[in-house]
């Protein structure tokens, strides 16, 4: 999920495609047009009209929510994908707790009242009564059901949740699978401490781990998190790293929201997907402001079908009434028949709006940087102009 407005960090492009029912064949990989950082995100798209309320779709209250943050909240209470799941009956109210100020989630899960991007998130599950990302839980639920019906009798269940933040994600795995073994992945020690807190209101338990996704047992030297603006060194972990240190074979469920590592983290996966060592599969990707790639959406895809996955659910980035896009797949043969239907943003709705004006300023900046070269190389003398020629054709080559 993504609020108005997100930091940036940009992990290098790998793979440009867009084959949503493609053979399972990659892309070779592409060197990206420019090294310039992307132009910044549009502003919020304006405000315009209010959806008219539905029992799960309460009009918003923006007395306490900041102008640019409104849009946000109206353009994700109009969509009506999981107005239908079921709710508890003080769904998206906040209530006393003895830990503080509590919000009920639709199944009854609580948290910590704003703990998740404050107001903003808040707001929304009060007027979808306990549902925040609407497209994805609706799939969410489905997983849930299907895992009921199907999972492991030979074991509790698993669920991995890499960028756990508030859990809230691990918290209703386990409202369904009290027994389950909960794994929480999140580099930001505030936000790990946040889930932690969480589980604690709910009384669960569950293995917290501080570190980044990277290079498998390795580490990464300068990571900035979300509220620390300071570099700080963590581990790192890759898929194959992660389930040797817990100790497990296989996971039932694995939600990655990991703002812009999902390309590396799932190449690296590709041999384990292959071999089933996931079943369900719940993927964030992320705008081009976020990864430093405008295909992202795109090559997690193309990744994900050549690694032989099934494709239940998804919507690109633009297409997300919240902000991030999302795809849910299977690499279990008996989910081969699952599918969630998803309705679809309008991109000039969507967070990061239409991509026809960043295209356009794209253009821009290659005409202005050739402009640059143009001017420069006339400077040169000839004999090292021919020369820099040469170098910038074989470049180009």
């Known amino acids: 999920m993504e609020v108005w407005p997100k930091r940036s960090c940009a992990p290098p492009p790998m793979i440009s495609s867009d084959k949503r029912t493609s053979p399972k064949t990659m892309t070779d990989p592409v060197i990206p047009p420019v090294d310039n950082p992307p132009p910044a995100a549009p502003s919020p798209p304006p405000l315009g009209r209010l959806a008219p309320p539905r029992p799960n779709g309460l009009t918003p209250d923006f007395s306490k929510v900041p102008a640019p943050f409104q849009s946000r909240i109206a353009m994700t209470v109009s969509c009506t994908d999981a107005d239908d799941l079921p709710r508890v009956a003080n769904a998206g109210e906040v209530i006393d707790h003895p830990s503080g100020q509590v919000q009920v989630m639709h199944n009854g899960v609580l948290v910590e009242e704003g703990c998740y991007y404050g107001v903003v998130s808040g707001e929304i599950i009060r007027c979808l009564r306990g549902i925040h990302e609407p497209q994805e839980e609706v799939v969410f639920s ?205 991109s000039r709705d969507s967070l990061f709006g239409e991509w026809e004006p960043r295209a356009e300023s794209y253009r821009l900046q290659l005409h202005e940087a050739k402009e640059k070269l143009e001017r420069l190389e006339s400077l040169l003398p000839l004999r090292i102009r021919r020369k820099f020629l040469n170098v910038w054709n074989a470049l180009k080559n």
Request: one cysteine or more; charged letters at 20%; glycine letters at 8%.
């Open 142 to 346: 489905a997983i849930m059901k299907r895992l009921a019906e199907t999972g492991p009798t030979d074991r509790p269940p698993t669920m991995i949740e890499l960028g756990s933040f508030w859990a809230y994600y691990s918290l209703w795995f386990l409202n369904n699978f009290p027994n389950g073994n909960s794994i929480c992945l999140e580099p930001d020690a505030h936000h790990l401490a946040v889930g932690r807190r969480n589980f604690s209101i709910n009384g669960r338990t569950g293995t917290f781990i501080n570190a980044a996704i990277g290079v498998g047992g390795g580490s990464i030297r300068g990571f900035v998190t979300e509220t620390n603006p300071n570099p700080i060194d963590l581990p790192s972990h890759d898929l194959d790293s992660l389930l040797e240190t817990c100790k497990i074979d296989n996971v039932d469920v694995l939600l990655s929201d990991i703002q812009g590592g999902e390309v590396p983290l799932l190449i690296r996966a590709s041999e384990r997907l292959r071999q089933g060592a996931v079943r369900f599969l719940v993927v964030s990707t992320h705008d081009l402001w976020i990864t430093g790639s405008a295909t992202t959406h795109q090559q997690v895809l193309d990744i994900l079908l050549w690694s032989g996955a099934h494709i239940i659910a998804e919507h690109s980035v633009s297409e997300s009434y919240s902000g991030d896009g999302l795809i849910v797949a299977s690499f279990d043969p008996r989910d081969k028949d699952m599918t969630v239907q998803l309705s679809h943003n309008r």
